[in-house]
């Protein structure tokens, strides 16, 4: 089983430069996920779709946009990549709703800004 | 959301099982018991959740207490794979609580041969 697929799983950017961080979940979720986290960190919410057709900001938005393609896709973009981009980005899904069902997570897109 | 507490570290020997304390005095009655772990370089790994009752599935076991203000993970043959930082989470069964989910510093688990 798939789960939750990240494509790319590394990426050297420079500053000012633009990329899309893909993210697939073959599981049916509703609810999709966009976090960093930073060496020796916890993780910290960018944005999250509670279904499809809607998007909220999490913690740290800044910089970022998110698109819900469509149930299966949530893509994470950074319009003007900045050093303080440079992080681990964990895509995450789950049922969604009002249950109980955990998260679960890909394994995460290295990105790194210079 | 109730915030939890866990130790930072801890080593376990290979084959013995594990038991990783949490405590989170001020959860409420419709908040559920998550853990996850997080071996170097991967992302977050589910391994199990409870609200009330203790439950065990093919990866550990976890006990929560009467009073649910602390519960305990436990991994029953620890392998040296199971190294990996543990996060206790406690969280209600909502999609906006969800979206609010933090992970904290977690336990690091250090498996030893």
């Known amino acids: 089983n798939a789960g939750v697929t990240q494509t790319p799983k590394f990426q050297v950017l420079k500053t000012g430069q633009s990329m899309t961080l893909q993210c697939a979940q073959d599981?049916?979720?509703?609810?999709m996920y966009w976090y960093r986290q930073d060496p020796g960190m916890g993780l910290r919410l960018i944005y999250y779709?509670?279904?499809?057709?809607?998007?909220d900001k999490g913690e740290v938005p800044n910089g970022y946009n998110v698109s819900r393609l469509n149930k299966r896709e949530f893509s994470l973009r950074l319009e003007s990549a900045a050093p303080s981009q440079t992080s681990v980005y964990f895509c995450?899904?789950?049922?969604?709703?009002?249950?109980?069902?955990?998260?679960?997570f890909g394994d995460g897109t290295r990105l790194s800004i210079l | 959301d109730a915030k939890t507490t866990q130790p930072p570290s801890m080593d376990c020997a290979e084959g013995r099982a594990a038991n990783l304390p949490c405590n989170h005095s001020?959860?409420?009655?419709?908040?559920?018991v998550y853990w996850y772990r997080q071996i170097h370089s991967q992302g977050p790994q589910y391994i199990i959740h409870?609200?009330?009752n203790n439950e065990t599935n093919e990866m550990a076991s976890l006990i929560i207490t009467e009073d649910r203000k602390s519960s305990t993970l436990i991994l029953p043959h620890a392998t040296l794979r199971d190294t990996a930082v543990y996060y206790c989470?406690?969280?209600?069964?909502?999609?906006?609580?969800?979206?609010?989910?933090?992970f904290g510093a977690g336990t690091q688990v250090v498996v030893t041969p």
């Open positions: 995450a899904s789950r049922t969604g709703g009002n249950g109980n069902q955990p998260q679960h």
């Open positions: 599981m049916n979720h509703n609810s």
């Open positions: 779709s509670a279904s499809e057709g809607t998007t």
């Open positions: 001020t959860i409420s009655g419709n908040e559920y």
């Open positions: 409870g609200l009330k």
């Open positions: 989470i406690v969280r209600a069964s909502t999609t906006d609580s969800w979206g609010k989910l933090q």
